[in-house]
């Protein structure tokens, strides 16, 4: 009798400490698995970051390749400067309409 008993603590502190076991299983393997996700979200972030920076990159190069350009020049000139040509007429828009 007394060896039922025994075998009955040892049954029952095994079955303890395999549900303990495998509960620090799972936590681990969960946590895990949320680093993962989220080391994979900050991946595809930089992933779209990167892309974004190429682009820009591309452009700032097509712009530096302009930038000695005559046409350029011009563009600048008549932008930030309001120089024309001679035989070119200005006209200019006036709103004659009061507030």
Do not use: W
């Not at 009798?1 to 049954?11: D, F, G, I, Q, T």
């Not at 992933?47 to 020049?73: A, H, M, P, R």
Request: proline residues 1%; aromatic residues 8%; glycine residues 4%.
């Amino acid at each position: 009798m007394r060896k039922k008993k025994k075998k009955k603590k040892l049954s029952k502190r095994m079955l303890l400490l395999l549900v303990v076991l495998t509960g620090y299983f799972l936590i681990n393997i969960i946590s895990v698995e949320i680093q993962y996700y989220k080391l994979e979200n900050q991946k595809n972030n930089l992933e779209i970051q990167l892309s974004q920076e190429k682009d820009k990159l591309e452009q700032l190069d097509n712009e530096l390749e302009q930038i000695g350009s005559d046409n350029y020049v011009e563009m600048l000139a008549r932008k930030y400067f309001g120089l024309v040509y001679p035989q070119e007429k200005v006209i200019i828009e006036v709103d004659t309409e009061k507030k």
